[in-house]
């Protein structure tokens, strides 16, 4: 390793679940957060999973895609039905703020 070279180690994760991203988004989270100088030891999530921990995403911050893949049609149990891949799109702490004290 060459001095002033970064070294990502942890593997992204949602930070409500906390269950880590598999496959291809796991590279696309890693260079996200290198490209934009997010800190790796904090998560990700989608937008309303972030309000349910109260926090929620800065205006104007833009969310990075994933990818999953969802069974739509189960089939007639053989060969485990139709699968199809469906996007979605998650934000990292970086990316939120706490939610603002509602008026009382």
């Not at 593997?11 to 796991?26: K, L, Q, R, S």
């Not at 934000?91 to 703020?97: I, S, V």
Request: with cysteine; hydrophobic share 35%.
């Amino acid at each position: 390793m060459m001095a002033g070279e970064t070294v990502l180690t942890a593997t992204p994760y949602n930070a409500v679940t906390g269950n880590a991203y598999a496959g291809g988004n796991i590279l696309r989270l890693m260079m996200t957060q290198e490209v934009e100088g997010y800190d790796s030891r904090m998560g990700w999530a989608g937008f309303q999973q972030w309000r349910t921990i109260g926090r929620t995403v800065r205006k104007g911050e833009k969310g990075t895609s994933c990818l999953t893949v969802v069974i739509v049609d189960r089939g007639d149990g053989k060969n485990g039905g139709t699968r199809k891949a469906r996007g979605f799109s998650v934000f990292h702490y970086d990316q939120t703020e706490p939610l603002p004290e509602s008026a009382e």
